[in-house]
């Protein structure tokens, strides 16, 4: 049989329920790809051990009705996970291991798949390069000395490398899409509420969505359908019936309504990304979309206002990473305060104290209704712009991203120039929607990129079959040389 | 009652100064389970033995509310005959310490789930009503223990995220007298609706007194201190006796007030600064992205009210139309839940004024004198009315009615059938009676002539013959009646 670790999801699934490979050799392949894949620094943990362990009962006793039957699958290392270190990429979570499983890990477990390791991210997934990880930068397989992306970097890698069938990640203001455009993947930011926050490590609440990363569209639907569903350990999970997304995954588009926003053409934007785009959009006519322009006023503000809502909730999130109960507490320090400061100064690395400051600021009194308030006014009116256009279209499509993945190193020194890189992620995330980042080109330089599809509130099944006729159509095939191994 | 007057004022060389004074109470709400998780809140465990993961903040933890805690806080909120919001959120009050495990308390800052309400006051002078500002929910802290170890602090979590009611009074009350009754009042409602157990030293009811003077007659408020995390009334009066006093020399001595909050010393019995206005936290509050706002169906706020239970100002009312008694016995026996009902259930079934005047003089002493609440009273409601039952029907007089209250304490035995055992029923036969006063007479002629002959002082002694005879079970008004017949004739 030829390389069954560079085939998607779906194919390896039909693959085992075949018979044609067993869970122990499918998980073997991958262990054998991630030992040659070091370089790459996509992952933090490996449970091999554990996962040819589950391979082995899997085998033993196979159930093929499950969703995801014997497949082992990587994690980005913010979900919690039972008796397996979860680091959030960060020094001051080195030591600590979860006597409890996120919900959302859980919900892929039960669906017979098992963990195969943790993945690499940006600390506390803050960055859009995943270089703000304590474990180190991670590589993207695109390229030596590209970026993966952030801050499910590690994800994007590992998946891109043929390490993991699929993964997941989580997105707070492109987490997920954005590394998927950088390595030529899908990537789904589900509506907030669909996936369940317990047990993973929180950035910005309001925000924080777990969604699947996958080679295909249809992969996609079925990890989200693996992964998502009500659970009432979270006040803010949406309680609602359970969806078969890749059973109704459909490609007849046709008379759908498709709203191109002209706010989506910024100022500087490469040419390329103005191409892909006209070519997203011929795709989408050519199979029958209709294409409105419209216009969703507040889409400047959406980054601005990002950047006051997430670090005021991730000052907060992060008080609880204080030494006095677990993860890294500094040896020096001779009372409380001092502990504080030197564990809290030893454990977070720049960006995060970087946002931990702005937070801290903008909720102060005296800036709180200037920064913080008015950021959640705006918020407001960027959901407002949406629901209008929602109104008259079934969905809009824009770039992914503002460019490609960049080099290592180009824009650490830069915090505001990394932060534009989410300029087409973050509103979907203050809006609460579904948004899905699909392959659909790639620049001169033959790296990938990617377009966005957002979708009304828990619309996710119609985002997923515009994708899924688009991928059919667009014929974009990630070609990675393994270069590393 | 005569009414006195409202006299409370810190003398000072240039005038009378009123004493304002505003609560802060935090009644821990009586619930199983904590306000966002489930861990159990009873009192008394071994340290961090009941803790969750939510309640010591671990990676990835979501709070979930309490319904039962929201109930409550709606129950409470209408004993305070107060308006109920539909609308509210729950706020972090972000700050750092060791007991704090998330870093940041939730609370209700800008929408509470309950707004203004009163609470009525019997004083002396009169009935006075407080104004209620508020009532939140919060999550309680863990506790730091310092004295464990030379070096180190622990941190006991069983408290962490146990749910607090915390009620804010309007600045309307004027004394420490006031304090006092504010205070039974607002336990004394709590405790008839089951929202708080008011065990106060358990814990479970704190408070944070806000304290200020002004010249009497002045409309304007003085500069406040608040003393924070005070757990008892004599304390919380010590605190203000002594804050008041403060306050006035400071002014009398053309000194500024600074507005800071304090810490009352009980060993030395006077307060002391614990941080200035300047060095005030800065909470950072802002709305728990973990918790949605909390949106309260009026019909679920109308069927609470519609099951509360009577309470203390209504069973007032009643008990002194029902009961026919004053307004002093009325306020007694409706203090606690368990004496109005130990009382109800004793006038059921017995003289309503006579049991009224036997709970509070002898039960009561009792009580008092072996330091127990009337749920554990030796005698039960059931007894005492028997016992009210047999003094009214003139079975036995008040004074062997003493004696068996004595014997019914230490057995715990039924009266009837201590007064059967032990013979001690009372002659009542007008026949029997009449044959022993006879008897009595004829032995005692001489003194019979000499009653006749004017000296009616001797009618004391022919009692006391009758009742030696009878063994003090004589009927007195049967034998006094008799007397007088027999002497007569």
């Known amino acids: 049989m030829a390389?069954?670790?560079?085939?998607?999801?779906?194919?390896?699934?039909?693959?085992?329920?075949?018979?044609?490979?067993?869970?122990?050799?499918?998980?073997?392949?991958?262990?054998?790809?991630?030992?040659?894949?070091?370089?790459?620094?996509a992952f933090v943990t490996t449970t091999f051990d554990q996962a040819l362990d589950k391979a082995k009962q899997f085998d033993n006793k196979p159930n093929f009705d499950q969703l995801l039957p014997g497949i082992p699958l990587a994690v980005k290392d913010l979900f919690c996970t039972e008796n397996t270190k979860t680091t959030a990429g960060s020094n001051i979570l080195n030591n600590f291991i979860p006597s409890y499983e996120s919900t959302v890990t859980k919900n892929l477990?039960?669906?017979?798949?098992?963990?195969?390791?943790?993945?690499?991210?940006?600390?506390?997934?803050?960055?859009?390069?995943?270089?703000?990880?304590?474990?180190?930068?991670?590589?993207?397989?695109?390229?030596?000395?590209?970026?993966?992306?952030?801050?499910?970097?590690?994800?994007?890698?590992?998946?891109?490398?043929?390490?993991?069938?699929?993964?997941?990640?989580?997105?707070?203001?492109?987490?997920?899409?954005?590394?998927?455009?950088?390595?030529?993947?899908?990537?789904?930011k589900p509506t907030y509420g669909l996936c369940s926050r317990w047990g993973i490590v929180?950035?910005?609440?309001?925000?924080?969505?777990?969604?699947?990363?996958?080679?295909?569209?249809?992969?996609?639907?079925?990890?989200?359908?693996?992964?998502?569903?009500?659970?009432?350990?979270?006040?803010?999970?949406?309680?609602?019936k359970k969806e078969q997304y890749s059973k109704n995954l459909k490609d007849n588009i046709k008379g759908l309504k498709i709203g191109i926003p002209k706010e989506y053409r910024v100022d500087n934007m490469p040419k390329e990304i103005d191409e892909l785009w006209e070519k997203g959009k011929k795709i989408l006519k050519d199979l029958g979309a209709q294409l409105i322009d419209i216009s969703l006023p507040h889409t400047k503000y959406a980054l601005p206002t990002y950047y006051?809502?997430?670090?005021?909730?991730?000052?907060?999130?992060?008080?609880?990473?204080?030494?006095?109960?677990?993860?890294?507490?500094?040896?020096?320090?001779?009372?409380?305060?001092?502990?504080?400061?030197?564990?809290?100064?030893?454990?977070?690395?720049?960006?995060?104290?970087?946002?931990?400051?702005?937070?801290?600021?903008?909720?102060?009194?005296?800036?709180?209704?200037?920064y913080y308030l008015k950021a959640q006014k705006v918020r407001q009116l960027i959901k407002k712009d949406f629901d209008d256009s929602f109104t008259k279209i079934d969905a809009i499509l824009t770039p992914s991203t503002p460019s490609s993945a960049f080099k290592i190193g180009e824009k650490t020194n830069d915090p505001v120039s990394m932060y534009l890189n989410d300029i087409f992620t973050v509103p979907a995330n203050l809006a609460g929607l579904p948004a899905l980042s699909m392959p659909a080109g790639v620049d001169k330089k033959g790296y990938p990129l990617g377009l966005q599809l957002i979708g009304k509130v828990l619309d996710e099944q119609k985002i997923l079959n515009i994708g899924y006729a688009f991928e059919k159509n667009c014929g974009f095939k990630n070609e990675i040389k393994k270069w590393w191994s | 009652?005569?009414?006195?007057?409202?006299?409370?004022?810190?003398?000072?060389?240039?005038?009378?100064?009123?004493?304002?004074?505003?609560?802060?109470?935090?009644?821990?709400?009586?619930?199983?389970?904590?306000?966002?998780?489930?861990?159990?809140?009873?009192?008394?465990?071994?340290?961090?033995?009941?803790?969750?993961?939510?309640?010591?903040?671990?990676?990835?933890?979501?709070?979930?509310?309490?319904?039962?805690?929201?109930?409550?806080?709606?129950?409470?909120?209408?004993?305070?005959?107060?308006?109920?919001?539909?609308?509210?959120?729950?706020?972090?009050?972000?700050?750092?310490?060791?007991?704090?495990?998330?870093g940041y308390q939730i609370s209700q800052y800008k929408n509470p789930i309950v707004g203004e309400g009163k609470v009525l006051l019997d004083m002396p002078y009169g009935s006075k009503e407080i104004g209620i500002e508020r009532l939140h929910l919060e999550q309680d802290a863990g506790k730091s223990i310092h004295d464990?170890?030379?070096?180190?602090?622990?941190?006991?979590?069983?408290?962490?995220?146990?749910?607090?009611?915390?009620?804010?009074?309007?600045?309307?009350?004027?004394?420490?007298?006031?304090?006092?009754?504010?205070?039974?009042?607002?336990?004394s409602i709590?405790?008839?609706?089951?929202?708080?157990?008011?065990?106060?030293?358990?814990?479970?009811?704190?408070?944070?007194?806000?304290?200020?003077?002004?010249?009497?007659?002045?409309?304007?408020?003085?500069?406040?201190?608040?003393?924070?995390?005070?757990?008892?009334?004599?304390?919380?009066?010590?605190?203000?006796?002594?804050?008041?006093?403060?306050?006035?020399?400071?002014?009398?001595?053309g000194k500024e007030i600074d507005q800071e909050t304090r810490l009352f010393d009980t060993k030395k019995n006077e307060t002391r600064s614990m941080r200035s206005k300047e060095d005030a936290h800065d909470y950072r509050y802002f709305p728990d992205p973990d918790l949605l706002p909390l949106k309260l169906e009026q019909k679920l706020i109308d069927d609470l009210k519609k099951s509360l239970p009577e309470l203390p100002d209504k069973k007032k009312e009643r008990f002194i139309k029902e009961y026919e008694l004053n307004a002093y016995e009325a306020n007694v026996l409706v203090s606690e839940k368990e004496i109005s009902d130990y009382y109800e259930e004793v006038a059921k079934f017995s003289d309503k004024k006579l049991a009224a005047t036997w709970m509070m003089g002898d039960l009561f002493a009792m009580l008092n004198d072996k330091g127990l609440d009337i749920s554990k009273s030796p005698i039960s409601a059931k007894h005492f009315a028997e016992l009210i039952k047999s003094i009214k029907s003139g079975e036995i007089s008040g004074r062997?009615?003493?004696?068996?209250?004595?014997?019914?304490?230490?057995?715990?035995?039924?009266?009837?059938?201590?007064?059967?055992?032990?013979?001690?029923?009372?002659?009542?036969?007008?026949?029997?009676?009449?044959?022993?006063?006879?008897?009595?007479?004829?032995k005692n002629k001489d003194k019979v002539d000499q009653y006749k002959a004017g000296k009616e002082k001797l009618f004391g002694f022919f009692v006391g013959q009758v009742m030696k005879l009878s063994g003090g079970k004589a009927n007195p008004q049967l034998t006094n009646e008799i007397l007088k017949k027999l002497l007569k004739g």
Not at chain 2, 422 to 442: R, V
């Open chain 1, 308 to 370: 006051i809502v997430a670090p005021a909730e991730a000052s907060s999130n992060l008080a609880r990473y204080d030494g006095v109960r677990y993860g890294y507490r500094s040896k020096q320090g001779k009372d409380l305060i001092e502990m504080y400061e030197k564990t809290r100064s030893e454990g977070f690395g720049d960006e995060v104290k970087r946002r931990i400051l702005i937070g801290t600021y903008v909720l102060s009194s005296g800036y709180y209704d200037a």
């Open chain 2, 190 to 253: 709590m405790r008839y609706l089951g929202t708080c157990d008011g065990n106060m030293q358990e814990g479970s009811l704190r408070a944070d007194v806000n304290v200020s003077v002004r010249k009497e007659g002045d409309k304007n408020f003085g500069t406040r201190c608040e003393i924070k995390n005070v757990n008892s009334i004599k304390f919380m009066q010590m605190a203000i006796e002594y804050e008041a006093a403060r306050q006035v020399e400071l002014i009398e001595n």
């Open chain 2, 400 to 442: 062997i009615a003493k004696e068996v209250f004595e014997i019914m304490v230490e057995s715990g035995d039924n009266p009837k059938k201590i007064i059967e055992s032990k013979g001690m029923k009372q002659q009542s036969d007008p026949k029997e009676l009449e044959k022993m006063i006879n008897e009595i007479l004829s």
């Open chain 2, 148 to 187: 464990m170890d030379p070096s180190n602090t622990y941190v006991d979590l069983n408290r962490s995220g146990i749910a607090l009611m915390e009620i804010v009074s309007k600045p309307d009350l004027r004394s420490p007298d006031e304090v006092n009754a504010y205070i039974k009042k607002l336990r």
């Open chain 1, 109 to 188: 477990w039960n669906n017979g798949s098992f963990l195969l390791g943790k993945l690499n991210c940006d600390e506390f997934a803050m960055g859009s390069s995943n270089e703000t990880s304590h474990y180190g930068n991670v590589i993207n397989p695109v390229g030596d000395q590209l970026v993966p992306g952030g801050s499910s970097g590690g994800s994007s890698s590992a998946l891109a490398a043929d390490l993991t069938p699929a993964t997941i990640g989580t997105d707070t203001g492109g987490s997920i899409r954005q590394p998927a455009s950088f390595t030529g993947t899908v990537g789904l």
């Open chain 2, 1 to 102: 009652m005569s009414k006195e007057k409202f006299d409370y004022f810190i003398k000072g060389e240039k005038g009378k100064y009123e004493v304002v004074i505003g609560l802060e109470v935090h009644a821990q709400v009586l619930s199983k389970s904590k306000l966002f998780s489930g861990s159990s809140t009873k009192f008394g465990a071994d340290p961090n033995n009941q803790v969750s993961l939510i309640d010591s903040a671990f990676p990835g933890m979501l709070p979930v509310i309490n319904e039962e805690c929201v109930k409550q806080a709606v129950r409470t909120g209408l004993g305070l005959n107060a308006k109920i919001n539909n609308y509210s959120v729950f706020d972090r009050k972000n700050y750092f310490y060791a007991d704090l495990p998330q």
């Open chain 1, 202 to 240: 929180a950035f910005a609440s309001s925000l924080d969505q777990a969604g699947p990363m996958t080679k295909t569209i249809k992969d996609c639907a079925i990890m989200l359908e693996s992964m998502s569903g009500f659970d009432d350990k979270d006040s803010t999970s949406i309680s609602k």
């Open chain 1, 3 to 41: 390389d069954i670790t560079n085939q998607s999801l779906n194919e390896i699934i039909e693959n085992v329920k075949t018979k044609k490979v067993s869970s122990t050799d499918l998980t073997k392949a991958y262990i054998k790809n991630i030992e040659s894949a070091k370089k790459l620094n």
